[in-house]
């Protein structure tokens, strides 16, 4: 359960089917453009409300949603920090804090604050979001130990389940997602030069082979608009997703489907950052070819955050981590 999710609440006086004219207020408009997941708009609109209404330590709240959407992290936390200063401290103004840090990958400050939220409002502690939410940060997967200063971090991770000698080369399908048809070549050769990299670094102990029908496939490689279908149990600030088939006798992967996020909503302009959809990929195909778990390192691939720019590189501690599991 996305703890975002538990968060966007459109009032229910809000009923607008069509784009409202600019007449209308502000906050109206905004919230409009919120349940459409249009972000960037829904942002300038709560901006455009906040001149009107300066103490308005709600608006100052959806300012703070809107940024963490866009992955301002940093900029959210300081709109709710502001939320906080201008109206007192608010159970929700907490959660969507602990949000913001459990995109961020922090866990324990994400759990921190929804212990606060309990705090500040006791029912909170029964809301069946929230509960999970705490499921999941409280994960040993999103809670790494072992130091990010390490050659490697097999140590952080909670179990391996590699693929068998017999399974080489693994056959790879690469779904065509006909709402989002345009961006099928480059997807394969996103996928094709993430497992590349990772089968490099075992220096062959790995491979994979393409395969044209998913029947015939063990794993099927998934892209899509829709936040929803990437909204996992397992994965805190990655908008991707990975169900493994593990066989009980040897605890080896025997089959696996990702499915990655490429575009911020549906119809939104334009796909997102390449090299921050390839960053997704190389973290969810860690998980398919065996890693359980997370790095402590915000560097790494396998962070449970996609937080890291500028590069779509693995990390001599990704490489490491591979190696030692495929030698
Ligand atoms: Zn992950």
Redesign the pocket.
Known sequence: MNLALALAITPSWLCLSEEPACAVDSQVQAFYYLKAKDYPKALDCFNAALTEHPDSWAILQSIGNCQMELGRYDAAIASLQKSIEVGGLQASQCVNMAAVYQRKGDAKKALNWLRLACSQDPSKAFDPNIQAAMTKLLDPANNPRGLPTTPDYLSSLSSVQKWRKADMPIKVHVRKNIQLAAFYEEYISIIKRSLDQWCAATGGALSYKFVSRPDSANVICDYTDRRELVSSD??LG?EGNTEKRIRMEDNTTAWANLVILVKDFPGAPKFRDRIFITNTCL?ELG?VLGMHG?SSNNRDVMF?AAIRKGSDLLTKRDKNTIQLMYR
Do not use: K, M
């Open positions: 397992h994965e990655i973290h998980h997370h449970s």
